[in-house]
């Protein structure tokens, strides 16, 4: 069972920066694909950015692509989304998750484990 933690999240003003992170409780995390999803009530959860295990294949939401950057740092079982320009309709609660296998995945069904979400708020 991997545990995932999400930090980083908060109240900015639009045009603000904010840099998500996700530790997780393993050090296979390094073998897992992982991806983050954001959700607002009443919505389903959607598909933000993805990475494969090695970091070297990513996708973005075409709603985030050139202002989101997926990243993360294996050696430290940690996951980021630096979120740049941020604008109002980026407010959500912001989940991180991972898969046991590899591979660019876009639907929340294709994930094993995940966080208990952050909270990010951008104001107008």
């Known amino acids: 069972q991997v545990q995932l933690v999400e930090s980083g999240g908060g109240l900015v003003q639009a045009g603000d920066s904010l840099r998500l992170s996700c530790a997780a409780s393993e050090r296979t995390f390094s073998n897992y694909a992982m991806g983050w999803f954001r959700q607002v009530p009443g919505k389903e959860r959607e598909f933000v950015a993805a990475s494969t295990w090695s970091g070297s294949i990513k996708s973005y939401a075409d709603s985030v692509k050139g202002r989101f950057t997926i990243f993360r740092d294996n050696a430290k079982n940690t996951a980021y989304l630096q979120m740049n320009s941020l604008k109002p309709e980026d407010t959500a609660v912001y989940y991180c998750?991972?898969?046991?296998?590899?591979?660019?995945?876009?639907?929340?069904?294709?994930?094993?484990?995940w966080g208990q979400g952050t909270q990010v708020t951008v104001s107008s």
């Open positions: 998750a991972v898969r046991r296998s590899d591979g660019i995945i876009t639907t929340t069904r294709g994930y094993d484990y």
